[in-house]
Antibody, heavy 119, light 105 residues
Framework: QVQLVQSGAEVKKPGASVKVACKAS????????MHWVRQAPGQGLEWMGR????????NFAQKFEGRVTMTRDTSISTAYMELNSLKFDDTAVYYC????????????WGQGTLVTVSS | EIVMTQSPATLSVSPGERATLSCRAS??????LAWYQQKPGQAPRLLIE???TRATGIPARFSGSGSGTEFTLTISSLQSEDFAVYYC???????FGQGTTVEIK
């Protein structure tokens, strides 16, 4: 069965970086784009970007351009999202989500990783 | 950038009643719309794709309609497990609406 399992909660100081992992299993990792979506406390869902695990190509929301990096390690079927220059309002739950091939919506989500930015 | 606007922000409904949620796009998005359900402490779950196609395992009481700029999610007879937040998403650029909370009246 398809599973996306994310790394554990993080606490970071303003200005630091955070790297969240999303380990995929139960399907061919390189065949599906992986997206990252975040949700601030009590707020809605915000798309951050996506990676094509086959070639490593990425697309980002304009808001995060220059501050986010998305990578993958195909040998361990894991996608990564790194966010730099953290601010207090980057405190959120970060989700990875699998994009259905040629359909663009999401069929599976990770469980979420809480990133707290605090001094 | 296409803006997705959901209404109402909160919908109070009694169990067994019908709930109608709306999502409006600032310009035409054809049928490239998905609906997701999110319960507290959980990741979202896909309900509807292509504006009207139920995802695998989704009960028939959930239905989606619309195209262009106006979309509707209808829950025909609310069950206790349906009280949650619902998001629409335009999946050409993956923009989400701000969500509608369906709460117990």
């Amino acid at each position: 069965q398809v599973q996306l399992v994310q790394s554990g909660a993080e606490v970071k100081k303003p200005g630091a970086s955070v790297k969240v992992a999303c380990k995929a299993s139960g399907y061919t990792f390189t065949a599906y784009h992986m997206h990252w979506v975040r949700q601030a406390p009590g707020q809605g869902l915000e798309w951050m970007g996506r990676i094509n695990p086959n070639i490593g190509g990425t697309n980002f929301a304009q808001k995060f351009e220059g501050r986010v990096t998305m990578t993958r390690d195909t040998s361990i079927s894991t996608a990564y999202m790194e966010l730099n220059s953290l601010k207090f309002d980057d405190t959120a739950v970060y989700y990875c989500a699998r994009e259905v091939i040629e359909a663009r919506f999401y069929d599976y989500w990770g469980q979420g990783t809480l990133v707290t930015v605090s001094s | 950038e296409i803006v997705m606007t959901q209404s109402p922000a909160t919908l109070s409904v009694s169990p067994g009643e019908r709930a109608t949620l709306s999502c409006r796009a600032s310009q035409s998005i054809s049928s490239n719309l998905a609906w997701y359900q999110q319960k507290p402490g959980q990741a979202p779950r896909l309900l509807i794709e292509g504006a009207s196609t139920r995802a695998t395992g989704i009960p028939a009481r959930f239905s989606g309609s619309g195209s262009g700029t106006e979309f509707t999610l209808t829950i025909s007879s609310l069950q206790s497990e349906d009280f949650a937040v619902y998001y629409c998403q335009h999946y050409d650029d993956w923009t989400f609406g701000q969500g509608t909370t369906v709460e117990i009246k």
